[in-house]
């Protein structure tokens, strides 16, 4: 112990390691001690699965034991929920009070004043910006879970302000999906922002996955085939990811009435929602289709309603998760298996093909370590090509020469009957799959455009425009894209100094 009776750093990994109820991946312990001996950070890079989240609660227990307050930020609402609710349960595993973990997002305020808040990354990012309002003095650590969203084009700039504004003396721990430019990264913060972070990457999943192209059967018939057979041959549950709201419901309504359950499990079912009030919004659809083994997780679904999904599921209660694929980006709902009835997404007319970090955080959700040797990626096929591969089989099976009456009649109505694809649909091949199958990790970068909100917000904050000038200068860009973006930001200040909305000086030429 220090003088102050503070536990070294030494002393805080050796209790944190020892409280664990399990053994440590190589990589974990890695990770840990790098950040108990680290003086600014580390930078952590690994697949899904991984168990990235027991290094970031070693952080806020460092926190915890050393008085000190520590930020756990995430990019999603629904993440920033179920981080807070872990976290509450670590605190008091560790000795501490619930309370001793808050909660802060757009719309929700829990222990506002804890030593340790989860908040949504833009909570942050304002409250850097409005440091005069907010005390960092005593703020030891940020978590930045999912950092890969750093390479967001619309809300990645988000971390680079945080970076950029965080004071020095606060130490980093980034937590990131597998990137390709992990020195890189590493690098540019050091140079543009003076922030040396230490490197730990994990390349092994402890669930290896096992992939496969399913062109012969449509999604009922699929999930069907999954949840047949025992505990141990049964591929669920599953997770099917769907790309927007509306369909998700869609398919759990299609699904609901399916054979996916085991012996005995709605029975549980039933006995579980008797807990549960569904009374509001969608209860009383959702608690039918929970009745069948089927749930629905989208960030329209109510708080209380998407915690009783993941509950109820992590119970191994329900058969599938009908789920947007914000759910992939660090929810903690580790299947069996992941089901992808498309490759890809957008407006009807423009849609395009999944990009291969996104496809790689679904895919990782396949394996649960306690429960599974290993996981499984499902991708079918469009239903058209589905039903064309089963015309083709049936339409092959006439010998090619026969002169067979009733086999020329039937060769006939099945080519009069010969499905096509539609001019209106966009459609995907098991080629593509394997390309992002094997697609390398995408790279941090500054992608995103300086938005006219981010400018207003920074403006209002403080005047001096050279904040806004230098974040611009050491974004994560080759240098030509870093000069355009500087004339970008010239012109959006031209054009609010014009308009009246601010004042600019020395004042600008006027043309």
């Known amino acids: 112990m220090s003088p102050d009776n503070t536990p070294s750093r030494d002393k805080l990994a050796e209790l944190y390691i020892e409280q664990l109820p399990?053994?440590?991946y190589p990589f974990q312990e890695e990770a840990l001690l790098a950040w108990f001996s680290s003086e600014q950070g580390v930078l952590v890079c690994a697949p899904t699965g991984m168990g990235k989240t027991l290094i970031a609660e070693a952080a806020l227990f460092e926190a915890l034991h050393t008085g000190a307050r520590a930020y756990y930020t995430t990019p999603l609402i629904a993440l920033t929920e179920q981080k807070y609710c872990e976290m509450q349960a670590s605190a008091v595993r560790w000795g501490f009070s619930a309370k001793d973990v808050g909660l802060v997002t757009g719309n929700r305020r829990e222990n506002p004043q804890a030593p340790i808040l989860v908040v949504v990354a833009e909570i942050l990012a304002n409250r850097l910006l409005h440091a005069e309002l907010f005390d960092f003095d005593q703020v030891g650590a940020v978590v930045m879970d999912e950092f890969h969203s750093f390479a967001d084009p619309e809300r990645g700039i988000v971390w680079e302000l945080t970076l950029a504004l965080l004071p020095p003396h606060v130490r980093t721990l980034l937590l990131s999906a597998t990137v390709g430019n992990a020195e890189e990264f590493i690098q540019w913060l050091r140079l543009s922002h003076n922030r040396r972070l230490e490197l730990v990457r994990g390349y092994q999943r402890k669930v290896p996955l096992v992939f496969q192209w399913v062109g012969d059967r449509l999604l009922v018939e699929q999930l069907e085939e999954m949840a047949s057979g025992d505990e141990q041959s049964r591929k669920t549950p599953a997770l099917v990811f769907c790309f927007n709201r509306e369909e998700c419901w869609a398919v759990a309504e299609q699904i609901k009435g399916k054979r996916l359950l085991a012996d005995g499990q709605q029975a549980r079912l039933a006995a579980a929602l008797k807990q549960y009030d569904f009374s509001h919004g969608a209860g009383s659809m959702l608690r039918q289709l929970l009745l069948r083994g089927v749930g629905v997780h989208h960030a329209g679904v109510l708080p209380k309603y998407r915690r009783v999904v993941e509950d109820l599921f992590q119970q191994k209660l329900l058969s599938v998760v009908v789920c947007t694929e914000t759910l992939s980006a660090g929810i903690n709902l580790p299947a069996r298996s992941v089901v992808l009835p498309q490759l890809v997404k957008g407006p009807p007319g423009k849609m395009k093909l999944l990009d291969p970090s996104s496809a790689h955080q679904m895919f990782g959700r396949a394996g649960?370590?306690?429960?599974?040797?290993?996981?499984?990626?499902?991708v079918l096929a469009h239903e058209d090509d589905v039903k064309i591969a089963r015309w083709k089989e049936k339409y092959d099976q006439i010998p090619e020469q026969t002169k067979d009456p009733t086999l020329l009649r039937l060769k006939k109505e099945l080519k009069r009957k010969m499905p096509k694809r539609r001019e209106n649909q966009q459609y995907w091949t098991e080629a593509q799959f394997e390309k992002l199958r094997a697609a390398p990790p995408g790279k941090l970068a500054s992608r995103g455009p300086l938005p006219w909100r981010l400018l207003a917000y920074m403006l209002d904050a403080s005047p001096e425009v050279d904040q806004v000038r230098r974040l611009v200068s050491r974004r994560l860009m080759d240098s030509k894209r870093i000069a355009a973006a500087q004339r970008e930001l010239e012109?959006?200040?031209?054009?609010?100094?014009?308009?009246?909305?601010?004042t600019l000086e020395p004042e600008p030429p006027r043309v």
């Open 22 to 24: 399990y053994e440590l």
């Open 491 to 502: 012109r959006m200040l031209l054009v609010l100094w014009r308009a009246g909305y601010v």
């Open 368 to 378: 649960r370590p306690q429960y599974d040797t290993q996981g499984y990626v499902f």
